[in-house]
């Protein structure tokens, strides 16, 4: 099984466009430890993603062709809404 590398994953969440950084990254630190594995592997899938195509689908003017990141981008906006 895959170990998650926290200091990798905060490195990849923060992406140089301040918007996507205060959300992505206290994601990261702050929740991505406690997320289910399955929701681990998503949000790194998710990391893979180009930054316009994630800043769009967290500023929630378009929904991503897969679907399967609709939730982890709902615990992403969740988190920061707290």
Same mark, same amino acid.
């Given at each position: %099984?895959? !170990? +998650?590398?926290?200091? !990798?994953? /905060?490195? @990849? =969440?923060?992406?140089? %466009?301040?918007?996507? &950084?205060?959300?992505? #990254?206290? /994601? *990261?630190?702050?929740? +991505?430890? =406690?997320? =289910?594995?399955?929701?681990? %592997?998503?949000?790194?899938?998710?990391?893979?993603?180009?930054?316009?195509?994630? /800043?769009?689908?967290? %500023?929630?003017? =378009? *929904?991503? &062709?897969?679907? $399967? /990141? #609709?939730?982890?981008? $709902?615990?992403?906006? *969740? @988190?920061?809404?707290?």
């Amino acid at each position: %099984m895959q !170990e +998650f590398n926290k200091h !990798e994953i /905060f490195w @990849h =969440s923060r992406r140089g %466009m301040l918007e996507l &950084d205060l959300l992505l #990254v206290p /994601f *990261a630190t702050e929740v +991505f430890e =406690s997320l =289910s594995r399955p929701d681990q %592997m998503l949000y790194v899938e998710l990391l893979e993603e180009e930054d316009q195509d994630l /800043f769009t689908w967290l %500023m929630q003017r =378009s *929904a991503p &062709d897969d679907p $399967r /990141f #609709v939730p982890i981008i $709902r615990q992403i906006l *969740a @988190h920061n809404n707290r």
